[in-house]
């Protein structure tokens, strides 16, 4: 039995050509510099109301959301 034989040392014939990880990091990159885009010239509602920020922070620790 050669290293041939073993399915995990045969080439890859067609197939997708990325990984899942790969594809999510690609995803992550993705949104990470919309939102480097956003932040730096649109400053969209999300920023807004999906953001955390510190003055919620203490409001939501205080017990008065």
């Known amino acids: 039995m050669s290293l041939s034989d073993r399915f995990y040392m045969r080439e890859?014939?067609?197939?997708?050509?990325?990984?899942?990880?790969?594809?999510?990091?690609?995803?992550?990159v993705g949104v990470f510099a919309l939102q480097c885009v956003n932040d730096v010239y649109f400053h969209s509602f999300a920023e807004l109301y999906l953001g955390l920020s510190g003055a919620w922070l203490l409001k939501a620790g205080s017990g008065n959301c």
């Open 12 to 28: 890859n014939k067609g197939g997708v050509p990325f990984t899942q990880t790969q594809i999510l990091m690609m995803v992550l």
